[in-house]
């Protein structure tokens, strides 16, 4: 007798997570694979890959394809059909995805904040005149210049763990690293300093994670979500997408660079009883000293509201720049 199988649910597909293999892009992977399975029940594995931004450590990154470099893979794998969703730090992707991809959402932030990671100084102020301090990142460089121009800026490429491992080896007096990826590995006694963003502003997206996916040719953006759209928006930090849409839409304004020694921060405060998106931005020149520095605020409710701000905290900076200021050749942000 043939049993009755009509009621056994079909099994389903694991859904394919593409990541790069650094120790932090798996622990953001893992991140979300564990939420996806515990909220879904759904199997996710994930597909491992090596980057170019990974292997190209000897050069600047504005010189060999800017921050896509971390991504390009990774989007192959999506369009070839090996995965289904990637997952970024936010600060990563470039302001244009190609044609066909999209930010299906963004998570909850971690610590924004810039991070100082030094054997024998407490901060930034305790460095001695001359100390030598590393980070590859334009936007650091002009607000540290701006901060403290007696100081050796000397550049750091690699993953989290080369740079820990190049400062231990006495190559430098202090790094500068972003919080989050420090906090998210466990390495949060390292930081000596936490930088507050009045002092440092951060990078576009920094400390956020993009979840993103390949929308089918044909299909339309208002088209009703697939199931794994609808679990990957129920991830999603509704702040979180709304702030960091507005950074982004600073630099996507500004020409989309990555080489642009900028920094956008977005941060929700109260005014009487209303939340307000308030975006603070700064640029920098990668040969000149000073910062230009706006601040908007505006009462954000939808992805358009808070690209809208962002394009008018930077009409805010092209006002102020000196000619030629915004053409300047520069390396990664």
Same mark, same amino acid.
């Given at each position: ?75 192959? *794998? !999506? ?5 289904? /969703?990637?997952?970024? &730090?936010?600060?990563?992707? +470039?302001? $244009? @995805? ?109 400390? *956020? !994670? ?5 929308? /089918?040719?044909?299909? &339309?953006?208002?088209?009703? +979500?697939? $199931? @794994? ?105």
């Amino acid at each position: 007798m043939t049993a009755d199988t009509s009621t056994t649910p079909p099994t389903l597909r694991p859904w394919v997570i593409a990541t790069r293999e650094s120790r932090l892009a798996l622990w953001q992977a893992e991140h979300v694979r564990d939420l996806l399975q515990q909220r879904f029940g759904r199997t996710v594995s994930l597909l491992g890959m090596t980057t170019q931004g990974d292997q190209i450590l000897d050069r600047a990154l504005s010189k060999v394809g800017g921050k896509g470099l971390f991504v390009k893979e990774l989007e192959v *794998a !999506l369009e070839a059909g090996h995965a289904d /969703l990637a997952v970024h &730090s936010l600060k990563d992707v +470039p302001m $244009e @995805l190609p044609e066909g991809f999209v930010l299906a959402a963004v998570m909850a932030r971690e610590d924004p904040r810039d991070a100082l990671v030094s054997p024998h100084h407490a901060s930034l102020q305790d460095l001695p005149q001359g100390a030598v301090v590393g980070t590859s990142s334009l936007r650091r460089l002009t607000q540290l210049r701006a901060l403290r121009p007696d100081l050796r800026i000397e550049p750091l490429r690699g993953n989290l763990d080369t740079r820990l491992r190049k400062l231990d080896e006495g190559l430098y007096d202090a790094i500068v690293l972003a919080a989050a990826g420090l906090k998210r590995l466990g390495l949060g006694e390292r930081i000596r300093q936490f930088i507050d963003t009045d002092t440092m502003l951060p990078a576009a997206g920094q400390g *956020a !994670l993009g979840l993103e996916i390949r929308q /089918l040719p044909g299909t &339309s953006p208002h088209a009703t +979500p697939s $199931e @794994l759209q609808t679990a990957l928006l129920d991830l999603a930090h509704q702040p979180t997408w709304l702030a960091t849409a507005a950074e982004r839409a600073v630099s996507r304004a500004l020409g989309g660079s990555c080489s642009m020694p900028l920094a956008a921060f977005g941060d929700w405060q109260t005014y009487a009883g209303q939340d307000v998106l308030r975006l603070r931005v700064r640029l920098g020149h990668p040969e000149q000293a000073g910062l230009l520095s706006a601040e908007r605020c505006a009462a954000v409710q939808t992805l358009a509201d808070a690209e809208a701000l962002g394009r008018e905290a930077a009409a805010a900076l092209q006002a102020q720049a000196p000619q030629g200021w915004l053409s300047a050749p520069g390396t990664s942000g």
